[in-house]
């Protein structure tokens, strides 16, 4: 099947506008050979009009042909592939022109002339509307502003020290926890996403390539009904407690508003299966619980290099989707006993420490586990002071994961 058929069946399946926003502003119409060309011309031409992206009965209706294509690539390969393709187009007929000056002994004519071909080549390859005027954002630095004023911007969570730093998670933020294994990653994505859901009323996708599907709620139900969870996990709760779970979990079946996703190693755990999740469910935040554990497209053997893309990779999605990210990942031994966190304790690769926008550092030495506290310590954040930390409570017993010596105002959103 050609890159151009599968390319124009993956667009107009999508349906999504930003896929194709962005898809056309790489792709001119003329990359796209025929037939493939004037149905990607229509579908172009359609959007400009509804701003909606037509569907495969009203292509066929028109072009009397099914466009429907099985492919086995996502649509960001016959992007990459098209682009290319012309790429090559343009650096064969630029050699032709170079040729015969070079045959000459005209080198640095043929220099001039290179210089001016490659400049044309990207500008071929590129859109106007990539490179933009920084004051072209004023509008949206106002509405920024205006919503601030609301308090409209930023998804809360349920620490109010943590939205004093980050301000609320934002689209496209990356935001780490790190710690040692055992220390309770997976709880703190939990709670932060049930507080995303149930008070900030955002809707979550939670991406959990290591602990089951079931074990996840099971984490989401002992905090909801407060809950001894190692009693509950043995399954010894009294009868009030006991008809306490029975009714949650009736009531969140019975009341499921669509808005809390999971998806696990059955949906699959590599990339391509979170960038899925995320279209499908479009949700307002994403929690990946160990991204260490998600598997690269390209099935790279070094682990450190296989780490440091899936990083890069949550992060350009993340940008794509305009989406914050919220995961999890390790401390190496360094860490171990430690009470002050620095990025040389972060296992596997720089890049969580590069490429991610916040890093919180989880510690919990053997005092603090015997007076059940937890210090999450920022050691990196975007702008701002490094030297607070977040003190919790951390009771599994009563499943007391407050901050200590703080209130929390109980809001959903906070200033920007």
Avoid at 203 to 226: D, G, H, T, Y
Avoid at 322 to 338: D, E, I
């Amino acid at each position: 099947m050609s890159i151009d058929r599968c390319f124009v069946s993956r667009l107009i399946e999508s349906g999504d506008i930003r896929l194709f926003v962005e898809a056309r502003s790489l792709i001119k119409v003329v990359m796209v050979k025929e037939p493939e060309r004037s149905v990607y011309k229509f579908v172009a031409e359609y959007f400009e009009k509804y701003k909606a992206i037509p569907s495969f009965s009203l292509v066929e209706e028109n072009f009397k042909e099914d466009f429907k294509t099985t492919c086995e690539a996502d649509l960001k390969y016959y992007i990459d592939e098209i682009t290319n393709r012309e790429a090559y187009n343009r650096v064969s007929l630029m050699l032709n022109d170079i040729y015969p000056i070079m045959d000459r002994g005209r080198g640095l004519d043929a220099l001039e002339k290179l210089d001016l071909k490659i400049k044309d080549i990207y500008k071929g390859l590129s859109s106007p509307d990539d490179i933009k005027s920084l004051f072209s954002y004023g509008d949206e630095v106002l509405e920024m502003y205006e919503k601030a004023k609301l308090g409209l911007v930023g998804i809360s969570t349920p620490w109010e020290t943590m939205n004093s730093i980050t301000l609320g998670w934002q689209p496209e933020d990356l935001a780490m926890f790190i710690a040692r294994p055992g220390v309770g990653k997976t709880w703190v994505l939990v709670l932060l996403a049930m507080h995303a859901w149930s008070v900030a009323k955002k809707k979550v996708l939670f991406v959990s390539p290591e602990i089951a599907n079931a074990r996840v709620l099971f984490r989401f139900l002992s905090a909801q009904i407060r809950a001894d969870y190692e009693i509950m996990r043995k399954g010894k709760l009294g009868d009030m407690m006991e008809k306490k779970l029975r009714e949650k979990i009736g009531s969140l079946m019975a009341e499921d508003d669509g808005n809390f996703k999971i998806i696990g190693r059955d949906f699959g755990s590599d990339l391509r299966a979170v960038e899925k999740g995320v279209i499908l469910t479009e949700p307002d935040i994403v929690f990946v619980d160990g991204a260490y554990l998600i598997n690269r497209k390209s099935k790279t053997v070094d682990k450190h290099e296989r780490i440091s893309e899936v990083i890069d990779e949550l992060k350009g999605m993340g940008k794509k989707y305009s989406v914050p990210f919220v995961a999890s990942s390790q401390l190496n031994r360094k860490a171990s006993g430690k009470r002050d966190i620095k990025d040389d304790m972060i296992s596997f690769t720089d890049a969580v420490f590069m490429d991610a926008d916040y890093v919180f550092a989880m510690i919990q030495d053997m005092d603090m586990r015997a007076d059940k506290i937890m210090n999450i310590q920022p050691i990196k954040i975007r702008e701002g002071d490094l030297t607070r930390k977040i003190v919790l409570r951390w009771d599994f017993s009563s499943s007391d994961f407050s901050e200590l010596a703080t209130s929390i105002d109980g809001l959903g959103e906070i200033p920007f």
